[in-house]
């Protein structure tokens, strides 16, 4: 019996590398001697990370609500290392607007950033990495929200209910060309963001009903992340891995019924 191809990824491109979960994501793949290109808006805080780390990083400014610029983008984080074999679309907005407030534009701006901009970047990716026929890896960077509505979310748990299907239909197309394509669907993480700042009450509520007796941190993302991408994974594509501390099973605060 032969034994399945065992490739690690190489270069990698990673979006919303400014954030707490994209640049725990990008640390970690850098440690295990990827090459790492950090995509975000805020390119003062891709810099930071450049400087902070050792390994061969790079930072390039998108703004992912661009979309006509996404495949010139791809070209160019393409050029940055020679090549790209790795995907992780991590960049996402969670804000709240309760149902009934919700504007149009509040609406487009999550499906934007959320589904519309990986389905471009990952056509544009996989196009290349087809083109040069070597494989490799999409990981998209899910929520549970995507299986479980809650308020003020509507837009925000549509758009990655949206991407889990898109993973799926990515992975069916891209298997004959051993491009993986999974899905990681974080509970919640403490991240602290500037670009995503949520309640105090809400931060509270979630925390409570989570039964793993500690707080998810980007780090456990990135783990999964490094494992779907690494050589244990080579038979799993079109997956959807619940990183959440048990959130999915249920809700860990209700009282004995
Ligand atoms: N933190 C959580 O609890 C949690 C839970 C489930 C899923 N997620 C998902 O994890 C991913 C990362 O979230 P995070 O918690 O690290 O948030 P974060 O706010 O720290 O990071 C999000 C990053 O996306 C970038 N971004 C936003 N709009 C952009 C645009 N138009 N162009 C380019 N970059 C843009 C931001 O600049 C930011 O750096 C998101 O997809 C989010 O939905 C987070």
Redesign the pocket.
């Known amino acids: 019996m032969s034994t399945p191809e065992r490739k690690q990824p190489r270069i990698a491109l990673v979006?919303?590398?400014?954030?707490?979960?994209?640049?725990a994501i990008a640390r970690r793949l850098s440690k295990e001697g990827v090459k790492v290109v950090l995509?975000?808006?805020?390119a003062d805080?891709l810099a930071a990370l450049v400087a902070e780390n050792s390994g061969p990083f790079a930072a390039l400014e998108?703004?992912?609500?661009?979309r006509a610029s996404l495949p010139d983008f791809v070209d160019r984080a393409w050029e940055v290392f020679g090549g790209l074999d790795t995907l992780i679309?991590?960049?996402?907005?969670?804000p709240s607007a309760p149902l009934l407030e919700m504007r149009d534009d509040q609406w487009d701006q999550v499906m934007?950033?959320?589904l519309s901009?990986v389905f471009s970047l990952s056509r544009a990716f996989a196009r290349r990495v087809v083109d040069a026929g070597t494989g490799g890896h999409i990981v998209n960077?899910?929520?549970?929200?995507s299986a479980r509505a809650r308020r003020g979310a509507a837009h925000?748990c549509t758009s990655?209910a949206g991407l889990d299907m898109l993973t799926k239909a990515f992975a069916l197309e891209l298997a004959e060309h051993r491009i993986h394509v999974n899905a990681v669907?974080?509970?919640?993480?403490?991240?602290d963001?500037?670009?995503?700042p949520l309640g105090a009450d809400y931060v509270r509520s979630i925390r409570g009903g989570q039964p793993w007796p500690r707080a998810?941190v980007?780090e456990d993302?990135a783990g999964a992340v490094a494992y779907l991408c690494g050589p244990d994974a080579e038979w799993i594509t079109g997956a959807s891995l619940s990183v959440d501390g048990g959130a999915g099973t249920g809700n860990a605060a209700l009282p004995l019924s």
């Open positions: 979006t919303g590398a400014a954030g707490g979960i994209g640049a995509a975000d808006l805020r805080h998108v703004d992912l609500t661009d679309n991590a960049a996402g907005l969670y934007d950033v959320n901009a960077i899910s929520s549970g929200a925000y990655k669907s974080p509970g919640f993480i403490e991240v963001s500037e670009v995503n998810g980007p993302i």
